[in-house]
C-alpha cells in the first residue's frame, strides 16, 4: 500500500482472514461477529469463520456468499486448545496464510466480587481471556513465519470502567494487556496487535440477555442503557466493524499495541 492520503475502496482486498465467533447470540438485529465479518468480506476479504453454533456462523456464511463474498466455516470451541490447533490448521490449508485475525467471542457474567459464584468467574475468565490466548497462541507463530500480520481483539469499555460485572471487567481488561503483550512481543516480526473496546451497544448479546434474564422490554433495556451514553447516537455492532475494518487494513500498518473504546465518548465522560 503507497503512503498516501487516498484509502482503497475494497480495503481488504486480497486479505486471509481467520474470524473467530463468527456466529452470533440469539436476538433482535446484528452481532459484532457477523457485522464484521460482512464488513470484512464486502472489503475483499476471504474468511475462515469459526463458531462452536453450527446453525449461526452458516447463516454468516450464507450471507456473505449472498453478497458475492468467499467464506468457509470450521466448528470449533476455543476453550480447547485442540481445537484452536485444529482451527489454525485449517485456515491455513483453506487460506494459504493468515493475515488479519479477528477475534470476538466473550460472554456476559453479571455480579460484583463477592456476589460472583466462583463457576462463574472461571467460565467467564475462560472464554473471554483463555480461550482468545489460546487462540492468538496458536495464530502468532503463522503471522511471525509469514513476517506481517494484524490482530484484532474484542475487550469492552468495561476493561477502564467501574461497574458490577467484576468477572467481565476483569477479564476485558486482561484482554486489553494480553493486546498490548502480543504487540510487543510481535513488533520485531511486523506483527501488529489491537483491541476494541466497545461501549453500550445495541447487539443481541447486550440487550436480548438482559431482556431474558431480568424481564423488561427490549425498547426499555436499550432506552435505560443510552441515557448513560453522552451522544446520541445508539451505538451498534456495525461501528466495532467499522473499527475492526482500521485495524485489519494496511492503513494501521504504524499502530499496534492501542486500545481503542468504541463507546460515544463514554469513557470519557
Known amino acids: ?40 468480506a464486502r472489503h475483499g476479504a476471504e474468511l475462515v469463520l469459526v463458531d462452536r453454533d453450527e446453525a449461526a456462523v452458516h447463516e454468516t456464511r450464507k450471507m456473505i456468499e449472498a453478497e458475492g463474498g468467499t467464506a468457509s466455516v470450521v466448528l470449533a470451541d476455543v476453550r480447547s486448545d485442540d481445537d484452536c490447533a485444529r482451527m489454525v490448521r485449517s485456515a491455513q490449508e483453506t487460506l494459504g496464510r493468515i493475515d488479519v485475525l479477528f477475534d470476538g467471542i466473550g460472554r456476559q457474567g453479571r455480579g460484583t466480587v463477592d456476589e460472583t459464584a466462583p463457576e462463574l468467574w472461571e467460565e467467564v475468565i475462560g472464554l473471554n481471556l483463555t480461550a482468545m490466548w489460546l487462540v492468538v497462541r496458536h495464530v ?34 486482561a484482554v486489553n494487556r494480553l493486546a498490548v503483550a502480543v504487540a510487543a512481543s510481535a513488533a520485531r516480526f511486523d506483527v501488529r496487535a489491537n483491541a476494541i473496546m466497545p461501549g453500550l ?24 442503557r443510552q441515557a448513560t451514553v453522552p451522544m446520541s447516537i445508539v451505538g451498534t455492532a456495525w461501528d466495532v466493524a467499522w473499527a475492526a475494518l482500521y485495524f485489519a487494513s494496511d492503513e494501521s500498518r504504524y499502530v499496534s499495541g492501542q486500545c481503542l473504546a468504541v463507546d460515544a465518548a463514554r469513557t470519557v465522560s
Do not use: C, F, N, W
Not at 486471509?16 to 470484512?40: F, H, K
Open 1 to 40: 500500500m503507497t503512503v498516501t492520503g487516498q484509502a482503497p475502496a475494497r480495503r481488504l482486498e486480497g486479505k486471509r482472514v481467520l474470524l473467530v465467533g463468527g456466529g452470533q447470540s440469539a436476538g433482535q438485529g446484528v452481532g459484532i461477529g457477523r457485522a464484521t465479518a460482512l464488513l470484512y
Open 201 to 224: 451497544l445495541d447487539t443481541p448479546m447486550a440487550i436480548d440477555g438482559i431482556v431474558t434474564a431480568d424481564g423488561p422490554s427490549r425498547e426499555d433495556v436499550v432506552a435505560q
Open 140 to 173: 502468532l507463530p503463522v503471522m511471525q513465519a509469514q513476517r506481517a500480520g494484524s490482530i484484532v481483539l474484542v475487550s469492552s469499555i468495561s476493561a477502564v470502567r467501574g461497574g458490577a460485572a467484576a468477572a467481565y471487567g476483569v477479564s476485558k481488561a
